[in-house]
Protein backbone atom coordinates (compact mmCIF):
# COMPACT_ATOMS: atom_id res chain seq x y z
CA UNK A 1 0.00 0.00 0.00
CA UNK A 2 3.02 2.21 0.45
CA UNK A 3 4.41 1.45 -2.84
CA UNK A 4 1.04 2.06 -4.56
CA UNK A 5 0.42 5.72 -2.20
CA UNK A 6 4.22 6.55 -3.64
CA UNK A 7 3.20 5.96 -7.39
CA UNK A 8 -0.15 7.70 -7.11
CA UNK A 9 1.65 10.32 -5.44
CA UNK A 10 4.40 11.09 -8.12
CA UNK A 11 1.78 10.77 -10.79
CA UNK A 12 -0.09 13.46 -9.28
CA UNK A 13 3.11 15.84 -8.73
CA UNK A 14 3.75 15.01 -12.86
CA UNK A 15 -0.07 15.96 -13.51
CA UNK A 16 0.15 19.48 -11.25
CA UNK A 17 3.61 20.15 -13.21
CA UNK A 18 1.88 19.06 -16.42
CA UNK A 19 -0.89 21.81 -15.78
CA UNK A 20 1.35 24.34 -14.32
CA UNK A 21 3.49 24.03 -17.40
CA UNK A 22 0.48 24.78 -19.41
CA UNK A 23 -1.09 27.21 -17.34
CA UNK A 24 2.36 29.49 -17.70
CA UNK A 25 2.49 29.14 -21.40
CA UNK A 26 -1.20 30.23 -22.23
CA UNK A 27 -0.83 33.26 -20.09
CA UNK A 28 2.20 34.22 -21.88
CA UNK A 29 0.27 33.52 -25.07
CA UNK A 30 -2.89 36.00 -23.61
CA UNK A 31 -0.26 38.27 -22.60
CA UNK A 32 1.30 39.03 -25.86
CA UNK A 33 -1.37 38.37 -27.50
CA UNK A 34 -3.41 41.13 -25.83
CA UNK A 35 -0.13 43.50 -26.36
CA UNK A 36 0.35 42.84 -29.55
CA UNK A 37 -3.27 44.02 -30.10
CA UNK A 38 -2.79 47.10 -27.98
CA UNK A 39 -0.06 48.19 -30.57
CA UNK A 40 -1.71 47.42 -33.19
CA UNK A 41 -5.21 49.62 -32.16
CA UNK A 42 -2.43 52.64 -30.94
CA UNK A 43 -0.89 52.79 -34.38
CA UNK A 44 -4.43 52.55 -35.98
CA UNK A 45 -5.85 55.04 -33.88
CA UNK A 46 -2.82 57.27 -35.01
CA UNK A 47 -3.16 57.37 -39.35
CA UNK A 48 -6.75 58.02 -38.11
CA UNK A 49 -5.90 61.31 -36.23
CA UNK A 50 -3.16 62.09 -39.17
CA UNK A 51 -5.49 61.06 -41.94
CA UNK A 52 -8.12 63.24 -43.47
CA UNK A 53 -11.26 62.05 -45.48
CA UNK A 54 -10.58 63.19 -49.10
CA UNK A 55 -13.79 65.66 -48.85
CA UNK A 56 -12.59 67.72 -45.70
CA UNK A 57 -9.15 67.79 -47.84
CA UNK A 58 -10.67 69.17 -50.74
CA UNK A 59 -12.96 71.65 -49.05
CA UNK A 60 -9.76 72.96 -47.44
CA UNK A 61 -8.17 73.36 -50.29
CA UNK A 62 -11.56 75.08 -52.10
CA UNK A 63 -11.34 77.64 -48.96
CA UNK A 64 -7.80 78.73 -49.25
CA UNK A 65 -8.01 79.17 -53.07
CA UNK A 66 -11.52 81.32 -52.78
CA UNK A 67 -10.54 83.26 -50.16
CA UNK A 68 -6.57 83.71 -51.37
CA UNK A 69 -5.57 82.54 -47.97
CA UNK A 70 -2.65 80.32 -46.86
CA UNK A 71 -4.15 78.69 -43.75
CA UNK A 72 -7.90 77.51 -43.08
CA UNK A 73 -9.06 75.07 -40.67
CA UNK A 74 -12.66 72.82 -41.37
CA UNK A 75 -15.16 72.35 -39.60
CA UNK A 76 -14.70 75.87 -37.91
CA UNK A 77 -17.20 75.20 -35.70
CA UNK A 78 -17.96 71.99 -34.60
CA UNK A 79 -20.71 70.44 -31.70
CA UNK A 80 -18.73 68.19 -29.74
CA UNK A 81 -20.28 66.51 -26.76
CA UNK A 82 -18.69 67.01 -23.39
CA UNK A 83 -15.32 65.10 -22.95
CA UNK A 84 -15.72 64.16 -26.48
CA UNK A 85 -12.60 64.53 -29.57
CA UNK A 86 -13.51 65.28 -33.07
CA UNK A 87 -10.61 65.89 -35.90
CA UNK A 88 -10.40 69.27 -37.60
CA UNK A 89 -8.33 70.11 -40.54
CA UNK A 90 -5.62 72.41 -40.52
CA UNK A 91 -4.78 73.67 -44.48
CA UNK A 92 -1.60 75.32 -45.16
CA UNK A 93 -0.46 76.61 -48.55
CA UNK A 94 3.35 77.29 -48.72
CA UNK A 95 3.88 80.88 -50.29
CA UNK A 96 7.63 80.46 -50.15
CA UNK A 97 9.87 79.73 -53.09
CA UNK A 98 11.55 77.09 -51.27
CA UNK A 99 10.09 73.95 -49.54
CA UNK A 100 9.42 74.65 -45.42
CA UNK A 101 8.16 73.12 -42.77
CA UNK A 102 5.07 74.31 -40.65
CA UNK A 103 4.53 73.82 -36.78
CA UNK A 104 1.09 73.66 -35.88
CA UNK A 105 0.02 74.44 -31.97
CA UNK A 106 -2.71 74.66 -30.42
CA UNK A 107 -1.93 77.47 -28.28
CA UNK A 108 -4.50 78.46 -26.23
CA UNK A 109 -8.08 77.18 -25.21
CA UNK A 110 -10.69 79.70 -23.74
CA UNK A 111 -14.64 79.09 -22.65
CA UNK A 112 -16.61 81.68 -23.51
CA UNK A 113 -18.81 83.34 -20.26
CA UNK A 114 -22.44 84.13 -21.78
CA UNK A 115 -23.46 87.79 -20.27
CA UNK A 116 -19.58 88.80 -19.80
CA UNK A 117 -17.47 90.87 -22.06
CA UNK A 118 -14.25 88.70 -21.64
CA UNK A 119 -13.20 84.66 -22.07
CA UNK A 120 -12.12 83.01 -19.32
CA UNK A 121 -9.15 80.45 -19.99
CA UNK A 122 -10.78 76.49 -19.47
CA UNK A 123 -9.39 74.78 -16.98
CA UNK A 124 -6.50 72.38 -16.90
CA UNK A 125 -6.39 72.07 -21.33
CA UNK A 126 -3.99 74.05 -22.08
CA UNK A 127 -1.32 72.19 -20.59
CA UNK A 128 -2.70 68.74 -22.16
CA UNK A 129 -2.68 70.45 -25.94
CA UNK A 130 1.23 71.73 -24.83
CA UNK A 131 1.87 68.36 -24.60
CA UNK A 132 -0.54 66.45 -27.25
CA UNK A 133 -1.24 69.25 -30.34
CA UNK A 134 2.09 70.26 -31.85
CA UNK A 135 2.36 68.49 -35.33
CA UNK A 136 4.65 69.46 -38.46
CA UNK A 137 4.61 69.75 -42.26
CA UNK A 138 6.72 69.97 -44.90
CA UNK A 139 5.48 71.41 -48.10
CA UNK A 140 7.14 72.28 -51.32
CA UNK A 141 7.08 75.88 -52.66
CA UNK A 142 3.63 76.85 -53.80
CA UNK A 143 2.07 73.98 -52.73
CA UNK A 144 -0.61 73.28 -50.34
CA UNK A 145 -0.90 70.64 -47.37
CA UNK A 146 -3.49 69.65 -44.74
CA UNK A 147 -2.95 67.92 -41.26
CA UNK A 148 -5.24 66.66 -39.07
CA UNK A 149 -5.66 67.89 -35.40
CA UNK A 150 -7.46 66.20 -32.20
CA UNK A 151 -9.78 68.56 -30.01
CA UNK A 152 -11.00 67.13 -26.91
CA UNK A 153 -14.14 69.07 -25.07
CA UNK A 154 -13.84 69.26 -21.21
CA UNK A 155 -16.01 67.08 -19.59
CA UNK A 156 -17.07 69.15 -16.67
CA UNK A 157 -17.96 72.46 -18.09
CA UNK A 158 -20.30 73.05 -20.75
CA UNK A 159 -20.47 75.91 -23.08
CA UNK A 160 -19.03 77.28 -26.21
CA UNK A 161 -14.76 77.02 -26.34
CA UNK A 162 -12.57 78.85 -28.63
CA UNK A 163 -9.73 77.04 -29.32
CA UNK A 164 -6.74 78.82 -30.87
CA UNK A 165 -4.54 77.37 -33.43
CA UNK A 166 -1.11 78.91 -34.22
CA UNK A 167 0.96 77.81 -37.52
CA UNK A 168 4.40 78.63 -37.87
CA UNK A 169 6.97 78.62 -40.45
CA UNK A 170 10.53 77.59 -39.96
CA UNK A 171 13.91 78.30 -41.78
CA UNK A 172 16.82 76.02 -41.72
CA UNK A 173 19.03 79.09 -42.49
CA UNK A 174 19.01 80.50 -40.31
CA UNK A 175 17.06 78.07 -37.90
CA UNK A 176 13.69 80.55 -37.36
CA UNK A 177 10.56 80.23 -36.71
CA UNK A 178 8.14 82.72 -37.47
CA UNK A 179 4.45 82.94 -36.86
CA UNK A 180 2.61 82.49 -40.42
CA UNK A 181 -0.94 82.69 -38.96
CA UNK A 182 -3.78 82.38 -35.92
CA UNK A 183 -6.56 80.41 -36.76
CA UNK A 184 -9.62 79.89 -34.24
CA UNK A 185 -12.39 77.20 -33.75
CA UNK A 186 -15.53 77.50 -32.01
CA UNK A 187 -16.25 74.25 -30.31
CA UNK A 188 -19.74 74.05 -28.83
CA UNK A 189 -20.80 71.44 -26.00
Same mark, same amino acid.
Given at each position: ??????????????? %?????????? =?????? +????? #???????? !??? #? +??? =???? $?????????????????? &??????? @?? @?????? @??? +????????? $????? +?????? #???? !???????? @????? &????????????????????? %? #?????????? &?????????????????????? %???????
Amino acid at each position: MNKSYKRTNREGQIE %LSANFIIVIV =LSIIIV +VGGLA #LFFRMKGQ !AQT #L +VDT =LDSQ $TQDRLKSMMLNDNSHIAV &YPSDPVI @GP @GDSQLV @GVG +VTNNFDTET $TFVID +VISVQR #LVKG !ASDVTPAP @GIISR &YRDIVSTSLKIAPHAQDVKAI %L #LKMPESIKGE &YIYTIEVNSTSSTPPLATRYGI %LQVYATN
